[in-house]
Nanobody, 124 residues
Framework: QVQLVESGGGLVQAGGSLRLSCAAS????????MGWFRRAPGEEREFVAA????????DYADFVKGRFTISRDNAKNTVYLQMSSLEPEDTAVYYC?????????????????WGQGTQVAVSS
């Protein structure tokens, strides 16, 4: 199992930007699909974005397309989520997750390792 630690959350005004980071350890990072999910208060966890093992493909939820960008640095065992044009509706705890085989899937139960989450709050 891989250990994941997120960072970079915080409070930002609507229209602002944040960059989340997720540092991985414990397994060959380049063999994992990395995903970001979020859970807003009172809501179910939802898929945000994912990037394939060698970064040859990405996938985004419709509600973040054009605003968020996922990237990874396999040399640093780190995945990033650059968030721009943030909206109050983006307020949530954001979780990093690792899927131990290549090939992007949105389904959360395909991801076997999860971080503790980082809070993002967007004020209007």
């Amino acid at each position: 199992q891989v250990q994941l630690v997120e960072s970079g959350g915080g409070l930002v005004q609507a229209g602002g930007s944040l960059r989340l980071s997720c540092a991985a350890s414990g397994r060959t990072f380049s063999s994992d699909v990395m995903g970001w999910f979020r859970r807003a208060p009172g809501e179910e966890r939802e898929f945000v974005a994912a990037i394939n093992c060698n970064a040859d493909s990405t996938d985004y939820a419709d509600f973040v397309k054009g605003r968020f960008t996922i990237s990874r640095d396999n040399a640093k065992n780190t995945v990033y989520l650059q968030m721009s044009s943030l909206e109050p509706e983006d307020t949530a705890v954001y979780y990093c997750a690792a899927k131990p085989t290549c090939g992007i899937i949105r389904r959360a139960n395909s991801y076997g390792s999860w971080g503790q989450g980082t809070q993002v709050a967007v004020s209007s």
